[in-house]
């Protein structure tokens, strides 16, 4: 069994899929020929109209539709490649997703919960928070960011459900202090297990582009459990006093990728693992 997502992960991954393609019925592999012929096969009538486009467009690049990019999340493995009905996790329609929901309300009662799947008839999205919400438009889209609702345009969204393939979870707020050498990238890639979530951190601490930070400079991390080693401290014994079991230290050396002998130092910042 892979390790089950939760509605985090799943914020990331959408994040992560920004600026990809979309093709009907993909869910999150790199467009080739073959794949798109296969496609085109299944679904003549959704690929052929747009078949030059998808083409010049799409070709080389990761694809999904709207119900495609949450079930290519959580069909990745633990190796991060996407296996097709993983763990016996089912392939489902936009609506399929949907009705197989248990928790869900009108769009107007929306809980400020990440990760929500947003619903209208026929489509789906990831609720980022904020107001935000990221999708697999269309097309001649692709994966977009859009607002939940817009005095502009009408959004449509219907009603939010929690998806039922995935764990949801309470996010944890921590601080990272910056060191000489770090970026953004770094930082997400070591705290976040995905640099590409760079952008995560910059909207979180309200750093605009080109993304400077500096020495020193205090980030807050969300969704992490990080911990600043203290003099004197052991993994046995930050195990034994955040995870209540000391036998847990092969956890943290896990996570923290340490080799023997397992030397810590102090101020030294460690991810734990939940409890």
Not at 119 to 133: D, L, N, P, S, T
Not at 196 to 224: C, D, F, M, S, W
């Amino acid at each position: 069994m892979s390790k089950r997502k939760t509605n985090l992960s799943l914020v990331g991954h959408a994040m992560a899929r920004l600026g990809t393609g979309y093709v009907y019925g993909t869910y999150g592999h790199v467009l080739t020929e073959s794949l798109l012929a296969g496609k085109q096969k299944q679904y003549p009538l959704k690929i052929l109209p747009y078949l030059s486009f998808i083409r010049a467009t799409w070709l080389g690049k990761p694809v999904q539709d709207c119900v495609g990019l949450i079930k290519g999340h959580y069909w990745t493995n633990d190796d991060g490649k996407i296996v097709y009905k993983l763990d016996g996790l089912p392939d489902v329609s936009a609506n399929g997703l949907h009705n197989t929901a248990v928790e869900k309300g009108p769009i107007a009662l929306l809980p400020e919960i990440k990760g929500l799947i947003v619903w209208k008839r026929g489509h789906v999205g990831v609720y980022i928070g904020q107001g935000e919400v990221i999708e697999a438009h269309g097309t001649k889209s692709g994966v977009i960011k859009t607002r939940l609702t817009s005095t502009v345009n009408d959004t449509g969204w219907k009603e939010w459900f929690k998806c039922p393939f995935i764990d949801y979870v309470t996010a944890r707020t921590e601080t990272y202090v910056v060191r000489k050498g770090d970026s953004l990238w770094s930082i997400a890639r070591a705290l976040l297990g995905d640099g590409r979530r760079y952008l995560e951190l910059a909207k979180l601490n309200g750093i605009a582009a080109p993304y400077t930070i500096h020495t020193g400079q205090v980030l807050t991390i969300e969704g992490e459990r990080l911990y600043t080693v203290r003099t004197g401290d052991s993994p046995w014994r930050i195990a034994q006093q955040l995870l209540g079991d000391g036998r847990r230290y092969q956890e943290i050396i896990e996570l923290n990728g340490l080799k023997e002998p397992y030397t810590i130092h102090t101020g030294q910042t460690l991810r734990i693992p939940k409890e």
